[in-house]
């Protein structure tokens, strides 16, 4: 079983930076950040391969944020910067141990996180 765990979300202007981290424990090929914004569907942000450290991107975050990891203590990193309102929303970290490319999509998860509230202000 998988436990995973977010932090680093808060209140910030546009414009502003933010990392999100999330730890787990247990093992997975691949981890990945969504977002839910208000009366919107769960969408992908960003995920990585834990053994090679391929990256992916939604368009709408693509160099403006970014998805790293450190094996050692079992975490994932999302940087975000240049937060724009349109950002706002909870973000998820999620695993899975069944997928090892993009996995841009919820149902290729595992295993899910509580969520951190990330607001931008314009």
């Known amino acids: 079983q998988v436990q995973l765990v977010e932090s680093g979300g808060g209140l910030v202007q546009a414009g502003a930076s933010l990392r999100l981290s999330c730890t787990g424990s247990?093992?997975?090929?691949?981890m990945g950040w969504f977002r839910q914004g208000p009366g919107k569907e769960r969408e992908f942000v960003a995920a990585i391969i834990l053994n090679e450290g391929t990256s992916y991107y939604a368009d709408s975050v693509k160099g403006r944020f970014t998805i790293s990891k450190d094996n050692a203590k079992n975490l994932v990193y999302l940087q975000m910067n240049s937060l724009k309102p349109e950002d706002t929303a909870v973000y998820y970290c999620a695993a899975t141990n069944r997928v090892t490319g993009p996995a841009p999509r919820t149902y290729e998860y595992d295993y899910w996180g509580q969520g951190t509230q990330v607001t931008v202000s314009s």
């Open positions: 247990g093992r997975t090929f691949t």
